[in-house]
């Protein structure tokens, strides 16, 4: 069979690597998926019948999904919820809310920040478990800042900092940075994030009820990102959750990392 709809019974592909590569539609049965990692997968639509489920973590959105019969996104929602009781101020609805959202954010990066000082800066750069190291993630969020506040919301083309970092799995667009490897100092990278955090500041500042409704226009270029057409209140609930998932990985990885704990207020 050709490449599409190839058939690969019986055979052993322990260890192989799918970069990359569209799955959709395909059959998996009587497979053996332990110790699989999926990165950046997307699941619409997917339906597990008769699987183990033993030892596994999932992170990431999740929408309408159900376990023998039980949708479990309400109880993991309330759960987060509780378990981090300022994760209810990252769903505002009004300007006082967005702006009372990023100043408890702009907080908490504070002490997390700090915690990553406590560490020699080689460690800063050091990857967990595959994953970002504390600066990329850092460039990671400029980059987020950049695509949705100052290209979505304030329609400026070419936002972009060398030292942006999109996602891994993002597209090829023009003119949009990609140096995944590059070794900027801690000062670097902190003073392109205090500007952009500034940014975010500035502009929520003076945002009104009507901004807030307001719908994205498309730009004159090949930059397909962020989408068009949409609220500017969801590019920066977008800006939200990307700051508070992010600093949760960090703290994360500063604990492995040997960073010195907060000190308790």
């Known amino acids: 069979m050709g490449e599409h709809g190839s058939s690969f019974a019986g055979r052993d592909l322990s260890g192989s690597?799918?970069?990359h590569v569209a799955l959709r539609g395909a059959i998996f049965q009587d497979v053996d998926m332990s110790g699989v990692q999926i990165r950046g997968g997307l699941l619409r639509g997917a339906t597990l019948r008769g699987v183990v489920l033993t030892d596994v973590e999932i992170h990431g959105a999740y929408?309408?999904?159900?376990i023998n019969g039980v949708e479990v996104g309400p109880y993991v929602q309330q759960q987060l919820d509780l378990r981090y009781p300022d994760r209810v101020m990252m769903r505002p609805t009004d300007p006082d809310g967005f702006r009372a959202a990023w100043a408890r954010l702009e907080?908490?990066?504070q002490g997390t920040l700090a915690r990553a000082?406590?560490?020699?800066?080689?460690r800063l750069h050091a990857s967990v478990d595959d994953e970002w190291s504390f600066l990329q993630t850092l460039r990671h969020l400029s980059f987020a800042t950049a695509a949705w506040l100052h290209r979505g919301v304030l329609g400026q083309p070419s936002p972009w900092s060398p030292l942006d970092l999109p996602w891994d799995e993002a597209p090829a667009m023009p003119g949009?940075?990609?140096a995944r490897e590059a070794r900027p100092s801690l000062t670097e990278v902190v003073e392109l994030r205090e500007r952009r955090t500034a940014d975010v500041r500035s502009y929520l500042a003076t945002v009104t009820v009507a901004e807030l409704g307001r719908t994205t226009s498309p730009l004159d270029d090949d930059v397909a990102f962020p989408p068009t057409?949409?609220?500017?209140?969801e590019c920066l609930r977008v800006i939200l959750d990307e700051e508070w998932e992010h600093r949760l990985y960090a703290e994360r990885d500063l604990d492995a990392l040997g960073a010195e704990p907060l000190t308790p207020r």
């Open 107 to 109: 907080e908490l990066w």
């Open 176 to 178: 949009v940075p990609r």
């Open 117 to 122: 000082r406590s560490l020699p800066e080689e």
């Open 229 to 233: 057409g949409i609220p500017v209140s």
């Open 17 to 19: 690597r799918f970069e």
């Open 63 to 66: 929408d309408n999904v159900t």
